[in-house]
């Protein structure tokens, strides 16, 4: 009988020191070693994970080993592992690779793989992060790291931008770091625009920052996926190669070689399966739509759609249209309870810097005008920032709290 093989606690520590994982990471992306449970070096691993023990039936491969399990940043509740094969993990890097980087799999005339650098400015405990380790590990080069254990700074990415060697420069970014670094001035702003690429995920990016972004001359490219599909998988709306989208009940599905294989003590787990010809299938949590071309288009969490007067309105697309007035910087749309329309639409906004806060009235003209007039804000909660969890989403559950306290954790709310 076959030893089953562990899941170990991999440390995960701020700062230049994460470099030291990528011999690790190097050995788990070949299929080596034991499984690896990533987790920040100044906090322990998800105990209802059950690091330290042997992997359970069906949750290893002896051709496929498990690399690595990536806990979900626990939107729903309980944190969840995502059980990521070595295959999954080569297949996105190569995926990404083809898409970002000139030349066939991307491969080109400078210096092949390894021609691009990446910098590390996220967590690498989360996918994202860990996404950077394992694309740098793929390409044979060392990322540059962001230290963020002070914080996400313009000035820290800006050096981590200029120690760069590489002909391609590539970084990932949440949408709040994006605005931070393009409200910080000319140099922050021609950092960007000096990547080959800067991808922007894990919360939805309005249009009119990403218009803003391309202006100044940043090749910002979209990104969407999760932990269960080893990070982005569809950039500007297009799955990557080997990546197959569709709808269920309005619900987004995705298949392909990137699909994690289940979840760390969950088996038979309904969110996973196969597709008619046994690509690994997950049904995400989230709405979205396609449109003629086929592209993707998210509108938001199944679970945060707002039921206001008897319609169902989508926080994606109000957000987007809130992102289209010159005064507001970030904008993040949360349903309260409310006696009269069971749900009320609630604004919270983040100001554009040196403008004037917006008012709830003009708002609810802009929103009632582009997206309907059930969808238009009756409430408006004004904030310096945007509380976050995990790798950079906006953390509506606390926002649900704050509008639903009135002023509590903001400068002002107004009701209309």
């Known amino acids: 009988m076959v030893a089953r093989r562990l899941l170990s606690p991999l440390p995960v520590p701020a700062g230049d020191a994460v470099l030291g994982l990528l011999p690790v990471l190097a050995r788990a992306l070949a299929g080596e070693g034991d499984a690896l449970l990533p987790h920040a070096a100044d906090g322990a691993p998800a105990a209802q994970l059950r690091p330290g023990t042997p992997l359970d039936d069906g949750e290893d491969d002896p051709h496929d080993p498990t690399a690595v399990v990536v806990a979900t940043s626990g939107s729903t509740g309980t944190a969840k592992g995502a059980l990521l094969g070595a295959a999954a993990l080569r297949a996105s890097a190569a995926a990404t690779a083809q898409r970002l980087l000139p030349g066939p799999g991307g491969v080109d005339g400078d210096g092949g793989a390894a021609a691009q650098q990446w910098v590390l400015a996220l967590p690498a405990q989360h996918v994202a992060g860990l996404q950077v380790l394992l694309r740098s590990v ?45 409200d910080a001035g000319p140099e922050p702003t021609a950092a960007l625009a000096g990547f080959t690429a800067v991808l922007v995920g894990a919360a939805a990016t309005p249009p009119a920052l990403l218009a803003r972004a391309r202006a100044a001359g940043v090749a910002v490219r979209t990104t969407y996926g999760s932990s269960e599909t080893c990070g982005g998988c569809v950039y500007d709306g297009v799955p990557l190669d080997g990546v197959e989208a569709a709808l269920d009940g309005g619900r987004l599905v995705l298949a392909g070689d990137v699909v994690a294989r289940g979840y760390r003590g969950r088996p038979g787990d309904a969110a996973f399966g196969t597709t008619a010809t046994g690509r690994r299938r997950f049904r995400t949590d989230d709405a979205a739509v396609l449109d003629a071309a086929g592209r993707v288009h998210v509108t938001g969490r199944m679970d945060d759609l707002i039921t206001t007067g008897g319609l169902k309105v989508a926080p994606g697309l109000v957000e987007a249209a809130l992102a289209e007035h010159p005064d507001v910087a970030e904008a993040v749309v949360v349903g309260v309870p409310d006696e009269e329309w069971g749900e009320r639409v609630v604004a919270c906004v983040v100001p554009a810097a040196g403008r004037a806060a917006p008012g709830l009235a003009e708002l609810r003209s802009l929103v009632g005008a582009r997206v309907s007039a059930a969808a238009a804000p009756r409430q408006l909660v004004l904030l310096d920032r945007l509380p976050l969890r995990g790798p950079g989403k906006p953390d509506r559950r606390r926002l649900r709290e704050v509008a639903a306290a009135g002023t509590a954790g903001a400068p002002r709310s107004s009701s209309g």
């Open 138 to 182: 793929r390409a044979g080069t060392e990322p540059v790291v962001v230290d963020l254990s002070r914080g996400f700074t313009p000035a820290a990415f800006v050096a981590a931008a200029a120690a760069c060697t590489a002909p391609h420069r590539l970084v990932s970014l949440v949408p709040t770091q994006l605005v931070r670094l393009l």
